[in-house]
């Protein structure tokens, strides 16, 4: 091949990959849909065994880069439909279940995750200069437990419990921020607690401009796991 034509094949490749590329983003393709396709009828196989589906054709939504599909229970009275999501190009992943989240134990996860959120609040209150506010995620399906059940850390959930704090960092630097993260990463561990996720988010309250405001605004935030290495450069700063 001479250089004349390599050079063409060159400027090809440069103006075709970029608009396949685009497109891919926009629209999909037919093999990353039937691989897709393929998923989540193995998905629901896994899942819900003994159950058949009705599996409605995809929709490409960019906004996830994934598809999404319709799903119906054959047999089901009620014909309600469920909404499943499919992301990930090199290994096509359910992301989003839509029975799974029709079953949650909606009520009783809030009572729950208030009991925790309180719990975990007056363990850590020595840790953290100062609480501003404590959040826990809990997930409980319908059935599993009575209405009256009171949180324990021993309670089986469906997924390990997600963590945030905010807190009052005015007084703070990063290395106090490492420092306080730490501490409460190692009380959690040292209690048993599991946890899949915590967001710690360090507030500053020193601004007139924020006065009405009692959240403040960000000036630190970290987020580890229960096991993670939690070093210096994990903490974002971030300039108002």
């Known amino acids: 091949m001479t250089m004349k034509k390599w050079i063409y094949l060159i400027l090809i490749?440069?103006?075709?990959?970029p608009i396949l590329f685009f497109y891919n983003a926009f629209n999909g393709n037919p093999t990353w849909k039937y691989f897709s396709n393929k998923a989540v009828k193995h998905y629901l196989e896994v899942k819900y065994p003994g159950d058949e589906f009705v599996i409605r054709d995809a929709i490409y939504n960019f906004k996830v880069s994934g598809y999404s599909y319709t799903v119906r229970k054959v047999g089901d009275e009620h014909q309600k439909d469920y909404e499943f999501t499919v992301t990930g190009f090199w290994k096509?992943?359910?992301t989003y279940d839509g029975i799974y989240y029709d079953n949650l134990d909606l009520p009783l996860m809030e009572k729950l995750e208030k009991e925790a959120a309180a719990e975990i609040t007056e363990l850590l209150k020595d840790k953290v200069d100062r609480i501003v506010e404590m959040g826990v995620q809990v997930e409980v399906l319908q059935g599993t437990y009575s209405p009256d059940t009171k949180w324990s850390k021993d309670l089986k959930l469906e997924k390990p419990m997600y963590l945030y704090l905010i807190a009052d960092a005015t007084n703070m630097n990063k290395e106090d921020v490492l420092k306080t993260v730490r501490?409460?990463?190692?009380?959690?561990?040292s209690e048993h607690y599991s946890y899949l996720g915590f967001s710690f988010n360090g507030n500053l309250f020193d601004n007139e401009m924020i006065q009405k405001d009692d959240r403040g605004y960000v000036k630190?935030?970290?987020l580890f796991e229960?096991?993670?290495?939690i070093e210096l450069n994990d903490v974002e700063e971030y300039n108002q």
């Open 226 to 229: 229960k096991d993670s290495n």
């Open 92 to 94: 096509p992943t359910v």
């Open 13 to 17: 490749i440069i103006l075709v990959v």
């Open 183 to 189: 501490s409460i990463q190692q009380t959690l561990n």
């Open 220 to 222: 630190y935030s970290v």
